[in-house]
């Protein structure tokens, strides 16, 4: 039986994005800006790339909600990960950023989504994680 998406530990979800290609690391910035580690530029939220959105919430209390989205710096092209607080924890940059994340994500095709989300929440499996850019391509990460 799988468990539910969001029991899965953060850990095993950044540890399967890792090593999926998903390296660097991305901040939220004032004004609804992400900050990409790699090249130090700030852009737009609604100009990420992102390819999926987890929400997890924490073992012992629910109310310790965290979302990770992988994402694609439309500066430099790295791939990473921007983990955000969500609900009462969540800083007024972190739901800025996150509700034009949600916005910008197709509302359909969500069930063409969920094997690749389901990839993410299984430790063993890591390939269909890879980044977009690396998928196009045929790249390895």
Not at 15 to 41: E, H, K, M, P, W
Request: hydrophobic residues 40%; charged residues 25%.
């Amino acid at each position: 039986m799988r468990q539910d998406p969001a029991d899965t530990p953060l850990v095993t979800v950044m540890d399967n994005l890792d090593a999926s290609g998903y390296r660097s690391q991305f901040q939220a910035r004032d004004g609804g800006l992400i900050l990409c580690f790699t090249c130090r530029v700030e852009f737009a939220a609604a100009r990420a790339e992102a390819d999926l959105i987890f929400r997890l919430e924490g073992a012992s209390d629910v109310a310790d909600m965290v979302t990770v989205v992988p994402l694609t710096c439309p500066v430099c092209g790295a791939a990473g990960t921007l983990v955000l607080h969500s609900g009462p924890d969540a800083s007024p940059e972190e739901a800025e950023v996150l509700s034009h994340l949600e916005r910008s994500q197709p509302s359909e095709g969500e069930a063409a989504l969920r094997p690749m989300v389901e990839h993410a929440l299984d430790e063993s499996a890591t390939d269909a994680l890879a980044p977009r850019h690396n998928r196009r391509s045929g790249a390895q990460a």
